[in-house]
């Protein structure tokens, strides 16, 4: 058995935080994860060269959606908001569109209505949402996208409502993959089992996706202490649920609850030694997360 690197030459466009390590991913690899895996060719699926395009201004959620449409060999166009959205189809053509629904300057529900209504555009668009809530489901609907995806997903969640909308039938991939994680950790408060099943034996999308928590995630706290302080729940709200996905690929189940709670406190009717409780324990599990993360998998 060998530790290897699975790489791609896929026409997917980079971005900054998708080269955070590429002066050092030669020399650095994640040590509990061991692949064994039959060579494979350059697979032309269901989805080979589709140019969808990604609207999404999360970071960690904008590299979960380019590692698992990278092995597709799609090629993806990433903007961060809706006004960018607008301002690249006003110029070029897409198979998709994958839409955010919460994004600063222009969310994802008035950028579908501009699509649809100033552009006159039938190119398919799946929301995605951190929400189930049926009134925001049917708002998505209502404004004119296609089918909607709840975060956190699955890799074949996502492959699947693409593969319904661009007219073509899933392929099962000829190909052996075997993953073996061996799991030298002792009382994590994380776990990379989702990660790492996303990644397909792929170490340097973990260390990657390990890397850009670590740097999000002092800012995002120094965030949410601040917006305690100044009481202001709506905007603490939309941070909780804009941190929610990362919390969930990063196995922090610890606090999911509290996050979830802090999502839907209520704006005026709230209990303060609630609300400080959660916030102490948020910042206290995520700062020791940060510490793990660097001495278990950055080191």
């Known amino acids: 058995m060998k530790t290897i690197f699975l790489t791609s030459n896929s026409p997917v466009k980079s971005t900054k935080e998708e080269n955070i390590l590429s002066n050092d991913s030669k020399t650095n690899t994640i040590t509990p994860l061991s692949v064994v895996y ?4 350059l697979w032309k699926g269901p989805l080979y060269n589709a140019k969808i395009l990604l609207v999404e201004d999360d970071k960690i959620n904008r590299l979960i959606v380019n590692n698992i449409l990278k092995r597709q060999n799609v090629a993806l166009t990433k903007v961060k908001n809706g006004v960018q959205a ?12 994958l839409m955010d629904i919460h994004m600063p300057d222009m969310n994802g529900i008035e950028a579908t209505s501009i699509i649809r209504n100033e552009l006159k555009m039938k190119t398919p668009i ?3 949402t951190a929400n189930s809530f049926g009134s925001e489901i049917d708002e998505i609907m209502e404004v004119g996208m296609n089918d909607y995806l709840i975060k956190p997903f699955e890799e074949q969640d996502l492959i699947n409502v693409i593969t319904k909308h661009y007219n073509v039938t899933p392929k099962k991939k000829n190909t052996a993959l075997i993953v073996t994680v061996v799991n030298t950790t002792k009382k994590l408060l994380y776990n990379l089992h989702k990660l790492e099943k996303l990644s397909k034996g792929n170490a340097a999308f973990l260390k990657k996706m390990c890397n850009l928590f670590v740097k999000l995630t002092p800012d995002y706290l120094k965030q949410i202490n601040d917006l305690y302080e100044e009481r202001n729940i709506s905007s603490l709200k939309e941070l ?9 690929y990063m196995g922090i189940t610890s606090l999911k609850q509290d996050i979830k709670d802090l999502e839907h406190l209520d704006n005026e009717q709230y209990s303060l030694e609630k609300l400080s409780s959660l916030v102490k ?16 998998e950055l080191s």
């Open 38 to 41: 039959k060579k494979d060719k």
């Open 86 to 97: 607008i301002e690249i189809l006003k110029k070029e053509s897409f198979d998709l569109i």
């Open 126 to 128: 799946i929301a995605l």
């Open 240 to 248: 909780a649920h804009k941190m929610k996905p990362s919390i969930d």
């Open 281 to 296: 324990n948020t910042t206290s599990i995520l700062t020791e997360v940060v510490s793990q993360i660097r001495k278990k």
